[in-house]
């Protein structure tokens, strides 16, 4: 058996929160989230053996308290010193919470030992309670398909997976004036909408399985955009009551018109926003975009422009004595 590290670091990458299939919920089980894992955006932190516990750097509060959480509901002797040196900007659309809270716990159960795999460490902090997309990008990365919250108290299962295409690109919009919902307003938010409908729900189930996902597995990117597109519209008129329109960020959401107009078939929200996407089929093509936005909404106007490829593997786990596998069971 070997011993544990006394240091361990942990990269949890972003993720891209591309629609809800089902929010009808009459077959038992509800939301089924689809979502991309995103390269260059992230938590980074390191995690050492400490007597007592602490944190440092961006979200080192958020970081402590999730922290303090998990050692006292493993009943784990013994602190760590957390050093983030990256976290994803929160509520934002983009899983900040549940990538610090896995990459936080990942982090300890290497320090310490308890065998858990990233789900079980995430059920302990309460994430994945709609969508599991968070926790299949730690684990595997790539494009991927939760299959709704059933009636057992545990995230979403992984009903499908993909590698996105090494020459797509994405082309997030940001808006650093405003954030999404979440917290309380989130969950009175839901409370407010109304019933979603049988035939919608069945709809949008019918576009991923027979559009979306058969488009990415043949790399048809405008089949594929067209997929996305639609799954977006009626998701978010059905949220327009409670987030302002169907994007919550006006000015986001003029940027992703203006995209759509220029021939971009796959843009959309992601989560509550206000941060929009647009996938392209290539690098080339997604920084000839950047160039022309950038252009157009200078920084006085409050949006960003940025392109980025996905991931096509999951969360990064390295200690002192070994590799961690970030999918499987963190044993010893």
Known sequence: MRSAPDSVNVRAPARLHIGFVDLNGSLGRRFGSAGLTLEGIGVSLTAHRARALSASGPQAERAQRYAQALLASLSLAGGARIEIEEAIPEHVGLGSGTQLGLAVGVALASLYGPDLTPRQLAALHERGQRSGIGIAAFESGGFVLDGGRGTRDVPPPLVA????????????????????????????????????????????CRLMLMQTLPALLEQDLDAFGRGVAQMQREVGDYFAPVQGGRFASPRVGEALRWLEADGIAGVGQSSWGPTGFAVVGSEQQARALERSARARWHDSTGLRFSVLAARNRGGEVGAAHAQRAAAGTLSR
Do not use: K, Y
């Open 161 to 204: 997976r993909a590698d996105f295409p090494d020459h797509w690109r994405v082309l997030l919009v940001h808006d650093d004036g405003m954030q999404g919902l979440h917290g309380t307003r989130e969950v009175q938010a839901f409370q407010r909408l109304p019933p979603f409908s049988d035939a919608l729900a069945a709809h949008l």
